[in-house]
């Protein structure tokens, strides 16, 4: 079974940097596209970035010029490089994959992460 393990976040001032971690473990798997949602206090899921065969990257206007998502194929790693964070981005972050088995197609979500911006 796919399992997706996410790491980083944490609690951060306005204006730093975090970057967040995603890595798709299991058997004979590659990693066709990386999503990031973000789910703040009160507030549905959302989708914030998104990066399909490793090259086109798409962005909601709320994190465009101050995220990347990124990926290291060869480690089946996902990553979200955030910087210029406010305090509306605080809140559980997520990472989703979309997954090729070698027979089949899957999608998993990870287990979310916290990232706190404090003012």
């Known amino acids: 079974q796919e399992q997706l393990v996410q790491s980083g976040g944490g609690l951060v001032h306005a204006g730093g940097s975090l970057r967040l971690s995603c890595v798709a473990s299991g058997s004979g798997l590659s990693v066709i596209a990386w999503d990031w949602y973000r789910q703040s206090p009160g507030k549905q899921r959302e989708l914030i970035a998104t990066?399909?065969?490793?090259?086109?990257?798409n962005y909601d206007d709320s994190v465009k010029g101050r995220f990347t998502i990124s990926s290291d194929d060869a480690k089946n790693t996902g990553y979200l490089a955030m910087t210029e964070l406010t305090p509306d981005d605080t809140g559980v972050y997520y990472c989703?994959?979309?997954?090729?088995?070698?027979?089949?197609?899957?999608?998993?979500w990870g287990q979310g992460t916290q990232v706190t911006v404090s003012s």
């Open positions: 990066l399909t065969n490793g090259d086109m990257e």
């Open positions: 989703y994959a979309t997954i090729f088995t070698g027979t089949s197609k899957r999608r998993a």
